[in-house]
């Protein structure tokens, strides 16, 4: 059975994309079998992964409005399967708003290849639509990437209502993983306040990171198309990278995720 994750902000830039990509890299060092699953019409991640989504014969949107087997779609990169997506999935937005059963849709694909891999990682759109929706309901966990500016960390009561509403009404399992802050520069002091922030006011929620620093290797790797550890494997954001995909692990083994209690 796979463990499912979708990495979930509803700002865009927030580093979900990097962020899926690298983890889903360091998990599969750590032994595992990883499928990432593009969710975002933009094809960020497919992109990321050196696949030229746009002239793809087939896609995510496939399997999901046509019922195209996932392993049709699959493709390969560093050890890593990806199931990729290009602007068609953007059709899926209004073509499932409708649809009967639309909350079992990505979870349709998604079945048949539950014992080929032990994690699947869901990177989601820049949006609370229909297709953030279907993430949220069909994942067994979320991750939360945050930036550590005030403007966005105001938006995180939003987020987290979205995800209390989605516990409350579609999926009463979903569980926030973990909140890992990104694009971290700890001599910008309002950087650290937020952090201080994020440690006072979320760690009852969910376990927070260790933070990913700001590092523009993180753009120079995607634009060669490789996680950041094949790219600079000394780089300073490899060894928080390394040690999320850890404590992702060891969430999806035990089924356990450690809290601070108040
Ligand atoms: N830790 C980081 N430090 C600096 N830049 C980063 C970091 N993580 C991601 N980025 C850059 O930020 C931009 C947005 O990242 P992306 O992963 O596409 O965000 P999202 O998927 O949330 O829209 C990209 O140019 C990416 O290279
Ligand atoms: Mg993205």
């Not at 087997?69 to 059709?91: E, M, R, Y």
């Not at 802050?181 to 927070?208: E, F, G, M, N, T």
Request: charged fraction near 20%; proline fraction near 6%; glycine fraction near 4%.
């Amino acid at each position: 059975m796979s463990h499912i994750f979708s990495v979930f902000n509803q700002a865009g830039g927030v580093a979900k994309t990097t962020l899926a990509m690298n983890l889903g890299y360091e998990l599969a060092q750590l032994g595992q079998r990883v499928l990432l699953v593009d969710f975002d019409p933009q094809g960020t991640l497919t992109i990321f992964m050196g696949i030229e989504g746009w002239d793809l014969p087939a896609t995510i949107y496939d399997c999901l409005i046509a019922n195209r087997p996932a392993t049709d779609v699959i493709h390969s990169a560093h050890g890593i399967d990806i199931l990729p997506a290009n602007l068609a999935l953007g059709k899926a937005e209004l073509e499932l708003y409708h649809a009967p059963m639309r909350e079992q849709k990505l979870h349709r694909v998604l079945e048949p290849l539950s014992e080929a891999y032990d994690l699947v990682i869901i990177d989601c759109p820049p949006s609370l639509g229909v297709i953030s929706y279907l993430a949220l309901v069909t994942a067994d966990y979320v991750i939360v990437p945050l930036e550590c500016e005030y403007k966005s960390y105001q938006g995180t009561d939003l987020l987290l209502q979205t995800i209390g509403k989605i516990q409350q009404e579609a999926n009463p399992e979903l569980k926030i993983a973990a909140f890992v802050p990104v694009k971290v520069s700890l001599q910008k002091s309002q950087h650290q306040r937020v952090l201080a922030a994020i440690d006072s006011q979320l760690a009852q929620i969910a376990p927070i990171a260790s933070p990913i620093p700001d590092a523009i290797a993180f753009a120079d790797a995607s634009e060669r198309c490789l996680p950041l550890s094949l790219y600079d494997r000394r780089h300073r954001a490899v060894e928080p990278l390394r040690n999320l995909a850890k404590q992702i692990l060891s969430i999806a083994t035990t089924g356990q995720v450690e809290v601070l209690h108040a």
